[in-house]
């Protein structure tokens, strides 16, 4: 369907797909690419989309294991969104897995569960082996 994200990750970007009818949006691997915010438009513009076209609740997976600091301000646009979306009664939800020895990427997650004011699980994940 024309609506949904299937960006393939690459060594500095992560894998990006979306499920339109799901309103579930899931991102994973390392997040340092050249343009960042080449990568995180058609995210954004897809979280727009949903938000604004569709009107089911909204879930976001991320098991995203580094991010530099233009995808970390990427991702406080998406954030914004979607508390912007939770503050007008759509339901959001977010659930950040991330590896229990990678300390600093909880405390990221932790950072950014701060300032928001949805449901925001950050959960250790089994280690794959």
């Known amino acids: 369907m024309t609506n949904d994200l299937d960006i393939t990750g690459s060594q500095s970007t992560p894998t990006i797909v979306s499920d339109w009818q799901a309103g579930l949006l899931t991102m994973q691997g390392d997040s340092y690419p050249e343009n960042s915010f080449e990568l995180f438009d058609r995210v ?73 004011t949805f449901p925001f699980a950050i959960t250790p994940a089994q280690a794959s082996t």
């Open 44 to 116: 954004i513009d897809w979280v727009e989309r949903f938000l604004s076209d569709a009107s089911r609740p909204l879930t976001l997976e991320l098991k995203l294991v580094y991010l530099n600091t233009s995808s970390v301000k990427a991702m406080m646009d998406i954030f914004d969104l979607l508390e912007e979306a939770h503050q007008d009664g759509r339901e959001i939800g977010v659930t950040w897995l991330y590896d229990p020895r990678n300390e600093r990427i909880a405390e990221l997650a932790e950072e950014f569960r701060e300032d928001c």
